[in-house]
């Protein structure tokens, strides 16, 4: 009976082609993924080296309109501050968005990362708080997306760390953080569009 046996090789061949399939799936994915870590680090130290150079405006209560700073002459009210960064070609890469701490006992950053066709390639949203029980007093909650062009999540990370960048192995809900909404848009028109800026 050379059925059986012949059955049993094919078997084995498809089973390693879905292997190799899977494979080469996943290779894809952490190639891409490598890609747009790579982007973000590469914007993270642009905005660093060009702070000089970044867009400063201010959200006060009760007024739609932005108000752009200079020579940090803030407004006295205060709702929301906006930072943004164009590459040398012009291009918008960076909008952070940051709401007002009245008490100063909290600070929230939500940062969109955009790519040379505009769309959200990276989102990175960072709550601080005091705490007396994490080393340092502070604990950070941190979550890290990133996107497809279809923005679709390739990855997501979610985690706490002290004041030094120390992993903090707890639950997020065992701390006070705020926990305030918030959207994340997937391209440039529609989170300027979202933030009312106006022009930069």
Not at 60 to 68: V, Y
Not at 91 to 113: A, N, R, V
Not at 149 to 161: A, E, G, I, P, R
């Amino acid at each position: 009976m050379k059925f059986p046996y012949l059955f049993v090789i094919l078997l084995i061949a498809n089973l390693s082609g879905k292997a190799q399939s899977a494979t080469g799936k996943v290779a894809t994915v952490d190639s891409a993924l490598s890609s747009l870590k790579s982007k973000k680090a590469a914007i993270d130290k642009y905005v660093d080296a060009h702070k000089k150079q970044m867009g400063v405006f201010v959200k006060a209560p009760n007024k739609k309109a932005l108000i752009r700073v200079y020579n940090e002459k803030w407004p006295e009210e205060i709702e929301y501050t906006y930072n943004i960064i164009k590459d040398k070609a012009g291009k918008i890469i960076y909008i952070l968005q940051t709401p007002f701490s009245e008490s100063g006992d909290w600070d929230i950053l939500y940062e969109h990362y955009f790519d040379e066709s505009g769309n959200v390639f990276a989102f990175f949203r960072v709550e601080s708080i005091f705490d007396d029980n994490v080393k340092g007093g502070v604990v950070r909650n941190k979550l890290l997306k990133y996107y497809n062009k279809d923005f679709k999540v390739v990855k997501q990370n979610n985690w706490l760390t002290d004041t030094n960048g120390g992993i903090v192995k707890a639950n997020a809900n065992t701390f006070n953080f705020r926990g305030y909404n918030y959207t994340i848009y997937k391209n440039l028109a529609e989170c300027l569009k979202g933030y009312n800026i106006k022009a930069f």
